[in-house]
């Protein structure tokens, strides 16, 4: 084992510690709704809700991604609003519309 990687073996522990300790004695305070993303851009399918003080999930719900295919394009629409409220279907519908213009004119106005 590298020096480096004792050095971080030896930090994450004592984080994770650190982190179980602060989590157990948090009086825990609710974000509002958050997108959750697996890389920056691209959205999961759930929103959650942290604590503002030791970051633990305190709630988390699916169903946040509507996909519909729009001109042959796959479109995904987000179903809550980043405060928790259900969109309408003609608003993911509006949204999807949105993101084909968006791609048409980021293609240079030019089709798939």
């Not at 609710?30 to 604590?51: I, Q, R």
Request: aromatic share 8%; net charge neutral.
């Amino acid at each position: 084992m590298s020096e480096e990687q004792r050095i971080r073996e030896k930090y994450a522990k004592l984080l994770n510690v650190e982190l179980t300790e602060l989590r157990s004695k948090c009086e825990h305070e609710s974000s509002e709704w958050l997108g959750v993303m697996w890389a920056p851009g691209h959205f999961t399918d759930y929103l959650v809700k942290n604590c503002t003080r030791c970051g633990q999930t305190l709630e988390q719900k699916a169903g946040f991604i509507d996909v519909k295919i729009v001109n042959g394009e796959v479109i995904q629409t987000p179903i809550f609003t980043s405060n928790g409220k259900k969109y309408s279907e003609e608003e993911r519908i509006h949204l999807a519309n949105l993101k084909v213009q968006q791609s048409f004119s980021q293609k240079g106005g030019k089709g798939t």
